[in-house]
C-alpha cells in the first residue's frame, strides 16, 4: 500500500474500558466488607440479649416468706424465650406474700414454680427450754435437732431420745424477738416444726419429753 492510500485510511475504532468501580474484583471485595458487618452488628446485638431476674441474697427454707428484701435483680442469658420465662422477672417489683414452696440456696435464681401465696403445709412454732451449753451457735433459718437426756444419774449414761428432727429455727435467746415476729424474751430457742415431716408427731407428748429430761440441739450443717 502506497504511502497516499496509508494516510487516506480511517482510524481504527477505540472500545471504550470499564470504570474502575465497576471492577468485578472490587465488588467482590466490597461485598465481603458488607457481609463482615452485618455479621459484627449481629453478633454484638446477641451479646446483650439478656433478661433480668430474681436471685437469692441467702439459703432459704419451705414455708419461709421471701420479700423483696431477699431477693437481688441479676442479668442473665438465656437460650430461649421458653426458659427465662420459667423464672420470675425482675422488671416489676418483687410480688409481696410469697411463700418458698421447696428450700433454696444463696445466689439460686427463683423460678416460678418456687413460691405460692398460701403455706403449703401447717407449722406449729415450739419454745424448746435448752441450757446455753446445749445450744450451738444458731440462727433463724437454721436447721436443727433437738434431743432429750432422761436419766444418767448414779454413773449411767442415760438414755437418748430424738424429739424433733431437721426443724427451722424461727427465734434464737440472742434474737431479741426480732426473728420473723417471734419473741424469744424468755430466753427459750423457738423452732417451727412441720407436723408431717416428724414421726409419731403429737404436739402434747412433744412437750412433755422436752420437760422430763436435759435438752440438746444439734446444728444440721447442710
Known amino acids: 500500500m502506497s504511502d497516499a492510500a496509508k494516510a487516506s485510511a480511517p482510524p481504527k475504532a477505540s472500545r471504550l474500558a470499564l470504570p474502575r468501580w465497576l471492577d ?17 452488628v449481629r453478633v454484638f446485638a446477641s451479646m446483650d440479649d439478656s433478661v433480668t431476674v430474681w436471685a437469692l441474697k441467702g439459703n432459704v427454707v419451705a414455708g419461709a416468706p421471701v420479700t423483696g428484701h431477699d431477693v437481688v435483680a441479676v442479668s442473665v442469658r438465656f437460650f430461649s424465650e421458653d426458659q427465662a420465662k420459667q423464672y420470675i422477672s425482675a422488671a416489676e417489683p418483687f410480688p409481696a406474700g410469697e411463700i418458698a414452696k421447696q428450700d433454696m440456696a444463696k445466689h439460686e435464681l427463683l423460678p416460678v414454680a418456687s413460691l405460692t401465696r398460701k ?12 441450757k446455753p451449753e446445749n445450744l450451738p451457735p444458731v ?9 432429750v437426756v432422761t436419766g444418767g444419774g448414779g454413773g449411767s449414761k442415760g438414755t437418748f431420745t430424738m424429739v424433733l428432727s431437721d426443724v427451722e429455727v424461727v427465734a434464737t435467746p440472742s434474737s431479741g424477738g426480732g426473728a420473723l415476729g417471734v419473741s424469744s424474751d424468755s430466753g427459750e430457742l423457738t423452732v417451727r416444726v412441720d407436723p408431717k415431716k416428724q414421726k409419731d408427731f403429737d404436739q402434747t407428748k412433744v412437750a412433755g419429753l422436752l420437760e422430763s429430761g436435759n435438752v440438746i440441739v444439734v446444728h444440721k450443717v447442710r
Open 24 to 40: 468485578p474484583k472490587l465488588l467482590l471485595g466490597v461485598l465481603l466488607v458488607l457481609i463482615a458487618v452485618l455479621l459484627g
Open 119 to 130: 403455706s403449703t403445709t401447717e407449722r406449729l412454732d415450739f419454745p424448746i427450754p435448752v
Open 139 to 147: 440462727r433463724p433459718q437454721d436447721r436443727v435437732n433437738v434431743i
